[in-house]
């Protein structure tokens, strides 16, 4: 049973936008930490954002003012708005929900994952 969906990856240019979306069920969305992570070719893992349905959401530094992470209860849905995009924001972005706190997170579903490409 698919429980996390991505969508909204594709091809931008240096300093352009894209905004990705996560489809989660009810029962995830409502209950766990969500967030986004990304992962360049030949590189670990990273986390970009996290959030829960209430409070502030967390940030990794290099994505502060740049990026932001929306939970959409109404929804059921994480959306990543992705601004001022660089060519190491290259990567596999995925979404993910777990236990943890927003700043230390522990995801436990994940998404399949959508491709960012940003061209210099």
């Known amino acids: 049973q698919v429980q996390l969906v991505e969508s909204g990856g594709g091809l931008a240019q240096t300093g352009g936008s894209l905004r990705l979306s996560c489809l989660a069920s009810e029962s995830i969305f409502s209950t766990y930490v969500m967030g986004w992570y990304r992962q360049a070719p030949g590189k670990e893992r990273e986390l970009v954002a996290t959030a829960r349905w209430w409070g502030t959401p967390y940030y990794a530094d290099s994505m502060k003012g740049r990026f932001t992470i929306v939970r959409d209860k109404d929804k059921n849905t994480l959306y990543l708005q992705m601004n001022s995009l660089k060519p190491e924001d290259t990567a596999m972005y995925y979404c993910?929900?777990?236990?943890?706190?927003?700043?230390?997170?522990?995801?436990?579903?994940w998404g399949q994952g959508t491709q960012v490409t940003v061209s210099s």
């Open positions: 993910a929900a777990g236990l943890g706190t927003i700043q230390a997170p522990d995801p436990r579903i």
